[in-house]
């Protein structure tokens, strides 16, 4: 059984920074992708970052310049550096990891901005 374990949401001041982890265990074959998400109060979730297996990455607009995807291979795990944030970023964070049989979600983790 495979499972995502995010960590280091929190409170932090606008333009402050914080650095999420999403470790994977379990029986990991062929991943295609880590990426994160994000959900915010009354809206949609939508994807932040993306990272493929060759090394492609992609951000949404909003978080571009700001935001940095990183993988370790050899721990499956996914980490989410998150620089000048803003209120705007306030969400809870989920990580997905996408293989070659199966779409996995983390539990989320909450991030709040906010001075």
């Known amino acids: 059984q495979v499972q995502l374990v995010e960590s280091g949401g929190g409170s932090v001041q606008p333009g402050g920074s914080l650095r999420l982890s999403c470790a994977a265990s379990?029986?990991?074959?062929?991943?295609?992708?880590m990426s994160w998400y994000r959900q915010a109060p009354g809206k949609q979730r939508e994807l932040v970052a993306v990272?493929?297996?060759?090394?492609?990455?992609n951000y949404a607009d909003s978080v571009k310049g700001r935001f940095t995807i990183s993988r370790d291979n050899a721990k499956n795990t996914v980490y989410l550096q998150m620089n000048s944030l803003k209120p705007e970023d306030t969400a809870v964070y989920y990580c997905?990891?996408?293989?070659?049989?199966?779409?996995?979600w983390g539990q989320g983790t909450q991030v709040t901005v906010s001075s």
């Open positions: 379990g029986y990991i074959f062929r991943v295609d992708t």
């Open positions: 990272k493929a297996s060759g090394g492609t990455t």
């Open positions: 997905n990891m996408k293989t070659i049989l199966n779409n996995y």
